[in-house]
Structure formats: structure tokens, C-alpha cells
């Protein structure tokens, strides 16, 4: 069989048999790959790190561009605080990179936020997805991009931002790789500084007040990490809240500190697929302790992450049928959350997806992406639900997560198309009341169909009829 096979790293539930994989280090050679495929006639798909579970970085059939070597760095505007910076750098390369740059100086220019959870997501695919991190008051990545360069269908390198190419610009951050291949970011930065955490185990009906007066008090980052112990009262209502607020630059950092190292991100997944009761005391006995401890504001941001941890738990408990954790991301209005949950909850409880994980953060609303997903400020909720690779075992997280969606909308709300493509249309419609001129927009930037993936495809078919 020809073609190499494709597959997304954290749920491998999207194998793709693509033509071929080419991995350009300059835009000269992604031009170059993109007049060959013209003349060759050939679709093609991007990637970057393969975190997105949706398709959107493979086609069947396409010629792959991997977009990982695009490393090249730009100017360091230390007056304007921005960084020309390849789309292919990831983000701890990026914080490494800054760092070196400014070495010696006071004032260190570094990342406002990343995504959360996995770091090794490239510049490209965090904007082809319009990411978000623990921000208090942020809203997604858009905010924080100047400008970015887009080789477009026919070959041509388009510099876009808020005054030039404006359209390209608000539809490629968040737009999938539908409408061309990002080669290079100018990012927005804010001078690092030095930051307290602040934590506290507390109830999801005092998270939205508590988070409230820690942003009046300062605080810049925050999230609730909630049990998922399906069998237990506090399931989806105890958390541990943890929060960052700035503290005096003359504050002597520490030699060491406490952290979760990979044995113990191991010890902890293992403990909420076999124990979810333990994991919760394990959890929030750690952070307790770390209560009062400092951190820098861009390296507080990244974290330890398993790559293809469940091949080895699969293993260990020598289960019949591979399994991963699904993803799906909802959003709720502020005051709406404590109802939410409850739902949440109660369709949850009988354990039939476990939740392996899930966390609470917040979002500003978006005003820019034409497929804005952050329609107003959200509270934002994250469920990893325990998946098994089996026909029964898919169809029922897709029920479960079509399920969550639905509760999410009946109050008022949406969700992330990045994770998963097991939404119903009328669901798309009212989460994304724009996603079929968002299509229409697709076909005059590229009307030959040169950008394709398994998620274009997907929808182009959910939506071909009226």
C-alpha cells in the first residue's frame, strides 16, 4: 500500500494515508510545494505538532506539508514588544528563544499566554485553532498577533493583519488550514514578571465570586481543576482553585520547588482511570502545598505532558481494546456555569464515559475571528472522557459529548470544533451561526480546493445540502 499513514498523538483516533510528506525550512520551499501540487494537480493538508483530534491536519490522498522545520526567527521589537518567529517554532522553543535574545537585560519580553495541558503545539496550529490559555481577562490567541505571512492557493505569500489582507486575517486564525499555509507569526508580547500562586480547594458555586475578587485583587491566571469521582457528591463541583497574582520584582525566586515531575503526571493518570476518589486527594494535596510559591509568568505556563501514555496503561492492564481520552471543550455563560455542571453531572454519573479529567477556566470574548468561538465572555469547561477504541465504545462518547453540547447550548452557550467532528449540523449552526459562509468563504480563497482535510471534508459534506 502507498501513501504513509497519519495519525493525531494524543487521541489516534484519525489514521490518514497520506500521498506523501514534505517538510519545508523556508516559505521559498513551502511556495515551491504549493505550485508543484497545483501543477500536479494534488490537495493538500498541513500539520504542525498533530495535537488537533478533529482531522484538521491530515486528507486522505493529499500531499502533507509538515510544517515543524518553519523555525526561522524575525526581529525582537523590544520597543513595540513584538517577535517575528517561524510558524513552526513550538512554544517551549519560542520561551527558550526569548530568553537567550535578552540575556542580561532587566526587562525580558516573553509569551502572554499558550495552551494549556500539551506545550509542544507549533505558532501555526495554535493559530490555524485560535487557542487559549488560564488567562483571567484574556481573550484567544487573536488578541495577541500582529500580523502573520499566508501563502495563499495560488502560491502567493500575503502578509495579513488588522489593516492588510483583514479578511485572510480574521479567517486563518481559527480556520483550520482551510485558507492557507502560515509560515511566519508576529506575537504580541508582555514584559515577564514574577508571579504568586495562590490555591484553595473550594465548590463550584463559590468558583465564579472567588474568581472575581482574585482578578479584582490582580490575579492574571486561574483555573479549577473539578473531581471526577462519578460516585461521590462532589463529582464536577469540589476543585482545586489555583491563581497567579503579580508580586514585587525584588522577590528572590527559588533555587527549587515542588512540582509534578513525569512519575507523578504517570502515577496521576493511571489513578484516574483506576481510582478516581485517590487521584482527587493526591491532586490537590500537591497544589496545597504549593500554596504562597513563585513562578515567572511565561514558564508557570508550561507543563509536563505523556505522549502516548495509554499504549503503556493499555498494556499494564491488559486490556483487550486500545482506548485514549476525547477532549471536548464547552462554554457556558458566566452566570450560567453552577447549572451547568449540575446537568453535566447528573448525565455523567453513571460512569459509562468516565471523566479522566476536566478543569474550568475563563475566556474574553473574541470580536475578531470570522468563526469566533468565544462569542461573549465565557466560563469555559473541559472534559477528557475515557474513550475505547471500539465501534461501541466510540459511538458512545460521541453520544455523550453530542450530549454535553447540547446542555452547553440549552444555556446559552458553544463549543471547540478542534477536538472532535461527532457535532450534528443544527448543533454547528447554533454554536457557529457563520460556519456555512465561513465554507462559502472557503471556496473563493481557494477555489480550486487545494487546502483540504478530513474536518473540511467532513463538514463540506454535512453542509452541502440546505
Excluded at 500539520?47 to 523555525?71: I, K, P, V
Excluded at 462519578?230 to 522577590?251: H, I, K, N, Q, T
Excluded at 449540523?425 to 480563497?445: M, N
Amino acid at each position: 500500500m502507498t501513501g504513509v499513514l497519519c495519525n493525531d498523538i494524543h487521541s489516534k483516533l484519525n489514521p490518514t494515508r497520506v500521498a506523501r510528506v514534505l517538510r519545508p525550512a523556508s516559505e521559498a520551499e513551502v511556495v515551491a510545494a504549493l505550485k508543484k501540487a497545483a501543477g500536479e494537480g494534488m490537495a493538500v493538508s498541513i500539520c504542525g505538532a498533530r495535537h488537533a483530534m478533529g482531522g484538521q491536519q491530515f486528507g486522505e490522498g493529499t500531499l502533507l506539508l509538515d510544517l515543524s522545520h518553519l523555525t526561522e526567527w524575525g526581529e525582537l521589537d523590544r520597543e513595540r514588544g513584538t517577535v517575528e518567529a517561524g510558524a513552526g517554532l513550538k512554544w517551549p522553543e519560542l520561551i527558550d528563544g526569548l530568553h537567550a535574545r535578552q540575556a542580561g537585560e532587566e526587562k525580558v519580553w516573553s509569551i502572554r499566554q499558550k495552551q494549556t495541558g500539551a506545550d509542544d503545539l507549533t505558532l501555526g496550529g495554535s493559530l490555524a485553532a485560535n487557542i487559549h490559555g488560564r488567562g483571567l481577562n484574556l481573550c484567544p490567541i487573536i488578541g495577541d498577533v500582529e500580523a502573520f505571512t499566508l501563502v495563499d492557493a495560488a502560491g502567493v505569500p500575503r502578509r495579513c493583519s488588522r489593516e492588510e489582507n483583514a479578511e485572510l486575517f480574521r479567517l486563518a486564525i481559527g480556520g483550520y488550514g482551510c485558507f492557507g499555509v502560515i509560515t511566519s507569526v508576529c506575537l504580541r508580547l508582555t514584559p515577564r514578571i514574577k508571579l504568586e500562586r495562590l490555591v484553595e480547594v473550594t465548590t463550584i458555586e463559590r468558583l465564579m465570586p472567588a474568581l472575581e475578587q482574585r482578578m479584582a485583587n490582580g490575579c492574571l491566571f486561574g483555573d479549577f481543576q473539578f473531581s471526577i469521582d462519578e460516585r461521590s457528591p462532589d463529582f464536577l463541583c469540589r476543585g482545586v482553585l489555583s491563581s497567579y497574582r503579580p508580586v514585587e520584582p525584588e522577590r528572590e525566586m527559588p533555587e527549587q520547588r515542588e512540582e509534578l515531575e513525569r512519575h507523578h503526571w504517570e502515577e496521576l493518570i493511571r489513578l484516574a482511570h483506576d481510582d478516581r476518589a485517590k487521584v482527587f486527594e493526591v491532586y490537590s494535596s500537591f497544589y496545597l502545598r504549593t500554596h504562597g510559591a513563585l513562578y515567572w509568568s511565561d514558564t508557570h505556563q508550561l507543563s509536563v505532558y505523556l505522549d502516548d501514555y495509554h499504549s503503556q496503561l493499555d498494556h499494564e492492564c491488559g486490556t483487550e481494546v486500545p482506548a485514549s481520552e476525547m477532549i471536548s471543550e464547552l462554554y457556558v455563560p458566566r452566570d450560567r456555569l453552577v447549572e451547568f455542571m449540575a446537568a453535566a453531572a447528573e448525565r455523567l454519573k453513571d460512569g459509562a464515559v468516565p471523566v479522566i479529567y476536566g478543569t474550568v477556566r475563563l475566556i474574553r470574548r473574541d470580536e475578531e475571528s470570522f468563526l469566533a468561538w468565544a462569542r461573549e465572555d465565557f466560563a469555559c469547561v473541559i472534559f477528557n472522557l475515557h474513550t475505547e477504541h471500539s465501534e461501541a465504545g466510540i459511538a458512545t462518547a460521541a453520544e455523550a459529548f453530542r450530549a454535553l453540547i447540547d446542555l452547553a447550548l440549552s444555556f446559552g452557550g458553544s463549543f471547540f470544533l478542534t477536538y472532535h467532528r461527532w457535532a450534528r449540523r443544527d448543533q454547528i449552526e447554533r454554536a457557529y451561526p457563520r460556519f456555512a459562509e465561513f465554507l462559502r468563504a472557503k471556496l473563493v480563497h481557494d477555489p480550486d480546493g487545494r487546502f483540504q482535510s478530513e474536518w473540511w471534508r467532513h463538514h463540506r459534506e454535512l453542509f452541502a445540502t440546505p
